[in-house]
């Protein structure tokens, strides 16, 4: 299961979320999203968890709590919506707010 994760530190690191989410099963991928010009973190981050079970546990666990000083939201993560210009067959985007 694919997971969202926002709100996140520009100083939080791809190891320090692979531990965080340890707590609750086994982290397969952990994605921290980077600007492409300068290589900063954005803020959010792609997490994949093991099952389907061990991602709602990640997502019951983490959602709310603080890492570096940041209330961090997450959720699990949507397939981004498909656009007439060419690309990845698939990948995921942040959750819309509404």
Do not use: C, W
């Given at each position: ?8 530190s ?40 093991g ?48």
């Amino acid at each position: 299961m694919k997971l969202y994760v926002g709100n996140l530190s520009f100083n939080t690191t791809q190891h320090d979320l692979e531990t965080a989410f340890q707590e609750f099963g086994n982290v397969s991928e952990v994605a921290l999203i980077t600007d492409r010009e300068t290589g900063n973190s954005r803020g959010f981050a792609f997490v994949t968890m093991g099952s389907r079970g061990e991602g709602k546990a990640a997502i019951e666990g983490m959602q709310g709590r603080e890492v570096d000083g940041r209330t961090l939201s997450v959720s699990e993560a949507r397939p981004r919506e498909e656009n007439s210009g060419g690309g990845r067959s698939k990948s995921y985007s942040r959750p819309r707010r509404y």
